[in-house]
């Protein structure tokens, strides 16, 4: 009690000699802080989302708010990029993710790039710098294979040119379990092609690990993704009450994905420590067991990787093929500029995709009003300040105290009228031929944690999006006015709710 009243004034004092202000608080009465709980409990059944219906409502008045929860911790949030930039880049060490992020994720990723800070980060961050280099994802052939797949399994075009109804949702993510799973391991899951061969899957599941890859044919590894995934948004949303949030079948879960894991990862330190690299000495995992033969953190660090890198990336190009479906002249614009671009019988390279500046502009639109990390936040390391957001004009500095949480929206700063002009919530991708301010716009956040996968993730989405567009001309969605509410499904990352319902037209039929 003493050393919290000392604590508090030393906070003020700070407060005051920094010429800090409080931001608008929207604590209200008692009652409020109860209903905050009951609306955020009650979306699923209420069909709100957190960040139109709840969180938009908060920023109304003000860029920076603060409340008080239920049990009296002060949570800031915030869509003001100076304290973006601040938070992220240039008092980064004044914020860091935090203890509770490795207490909610670390049943699953234990210590890793995604769940540390400080030196642990800092080693983890220069041990994968160079495996995100343009070396290395410039080799195409395993995108190009996973694209042949997804082009299989739309299977054969009618008489006059359309495919069946699909749901692209579930097959962009295997698309992207694919791709990353052959730059981690140096082979693809294939599991596009096993969602298509189900009964033999069932015959797999019976040998167990035997076979590895038979996991993978047996649906048993993406099953348990799921439940990893599933698991982990909700131990995130009940904060400190995490720990609720466990089950025998979410352990057995962990248990399987861990040994698949340590499958590829045994594989990989037996192949350094015995010299014989060849085979997968292209993957990420051959090359930092040739730096690390810590074989619990090289399982840690690959499940990191593939958990950062596959709902991402397959939300993204979910909500692509959405506006794609949704808004044809663009599809139109886009599609003819890939014919004139892309040769069809020349290999898609990563040099072209990077030339090819509509496309980049129609990335970039869809990162903006879909970006699909939505929500976001850091915790202070030590009381310090944001620039600004503070007193009555929400222009002075705001004080944070050590251990507050700072919660920020990039999906509601992206979508400020203020910054972004009266046609905000409108998809235009020509608004990109002006330059826009670094700091409004942060699908891939900034500063030293900017997401190492960037480049990875742009390169794979663009591949498909040219590949399908060369092939196909029209995307008719199967419900227009259900695609038209562009519903979210919230995990830890943001893709379209009601899936992506559709038939396509092969070109030149
Ligand atoms: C559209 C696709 C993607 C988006 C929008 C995205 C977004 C992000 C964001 C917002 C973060 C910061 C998280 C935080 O610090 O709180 C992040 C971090 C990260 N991303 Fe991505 N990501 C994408 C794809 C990928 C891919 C394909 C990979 C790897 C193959 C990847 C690997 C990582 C890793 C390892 C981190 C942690 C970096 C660190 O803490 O230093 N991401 N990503």
Redesign the pocket.
């Known amino acids: 009690m003493v050393v919290s009243t000392i604590n508090e004034r030393s906070f003020q004092a700070f407060a005051r000699q920094q010429g800090c202000q409080p931001p608008l608080d929207l604590t209200g009465v008692w009652y409020n802080r109860f209903d905050r709980i009951r609306q955020i409990l009650n979306l699923k059944k209420s069909g709100k989302d957190i960040l139109d219906d709840i969180l938009a409502a908060d920023f109304a008045k003000a860029s920076t708010v603060q409340r008080t929860m239920h049990e009296g911790s002060q949570v800031m949030t915030t869509i003001e990029p100076a304290n973006l930039q601040a938070v992220?880049a240039t008092q980064f060490d004044d914020f860091a993710?935090g203890r509770l992020?490795y207490l909610q994720l670390g049943p699953i990723l234990g210590r890793?790039?995604?769940t540390?800070d400080g030196a642990f980060?800092s080693h983890?961050?220069a041990l994968?710098r160079p495996q995100?280099s343009r070396d290395n994802i410039n080799d195409l052939e395993a995108t190009d294979k996973a694209a042949n797949a997804f082009v299989a399994a739309l299977g054969v075009v009618d008489a006059k040119g359309w495919t069946d109804h699909v749901d692209l949702q579930p097959m962009f993510f295997n698309f992207?379990l694919d791709?990353?799973s052959d730059?981690?391991f140096g082979e693809s899951l294939d599991s596009q092609s096993a969602s298509r061969t189900p009964e033999q899957s069932d015959v797999h599941k019976l040998t167990g690990m035997k076979d590895v890859r038979s996991q993978v044919a047996s649906k048993q590894f993406l099953d348990d993704f799921e439940i990893l995934g599933h698991t982990i948004i909700m131990r995130i949303r009940l904060s400190t009450l995490y720990w609720t949030m466990d089950s025998f079948k979410f352990r057995a879960a962990v248990k399987r994905v861990r040994r698949f894991t340590e499958y590829y990862v045994n594989k990989a330190v037996e192949a350094s420590m015995t010299g014989d690299v060849k085979g997968n000495s292209g993957s990420l995992l051959a090359r930092i067991a040739s730096q690390t033969q810590d074989r619990e953190e090289l399982r840690n660090q690959t499940l990191?990787?593939?958990f950062?890198?596959?709902d991402?990336?397959a939300?993204?190009l979910g909500w692509c093929m959405l506006r794609l479906s949704l808004h044809p002249e663009i599809l139109h614009k886009l599609r003819q500029i890939i014919l004139q671009d892309f040769d069809p019988n020349e290999p898609i390279t990563f040099a072209k995709i990077k030339g090819c500046r509509y496309l980049q502009h129609f990335l970039n639109e869809v990162?903006r009003v879909h970006?699909?990390?939505p929500l976001?936040?850091?915790v202070a390391t030590r009381n310090t300040t944001l620039p600004t957001g503070g007193g009555a004009d929400g222009k002075h500095p705001i004080a944070v105290r050590k251990g507050q949480l700072v919660g920020f929206s990039?999906y509601l700063m992206q979508r400020r009228k203020d910054l972004w002009g009266e046609d905000a919530a409108e998809f235009k991708p020509e608004r990109w031929e002006q330059k826009v301010p670094a700091w409004q716009y942060?699908?891939?956040?900034g500063g030293?944690?900017?997401?190492?996968?960037?480049q990875?993730?742009?390169t794979?989405?663009s591949y498909l999006i040219v590949r399908l567009l060369q092939e196909f001309d029209q995307f008719e969605p199967v419900d227009l006015a259900e695609m038209r509410l562009m519903r979210k499904a919230l995990g830890l990352?943001m893709w379209p709710r009601d899936g992506v319902k559709v038939r396509l037209h092969k070109a030149g039929v």
């Open positions: 992220l993710t992020r890793s790039i995604f540390s980060w983890s961050r994968f995100f992207t791709t990353a730059f981690l990191a990787i593939l950062a890198g596959r991402t990336t939300s993204l990162l970006p699909t990390v976001n936040g850091r990039v942060l699908p891939f956040l030293p944690r900017i997401c190492i996968g960037q990875f993730a742009l794979e989405a990352t």
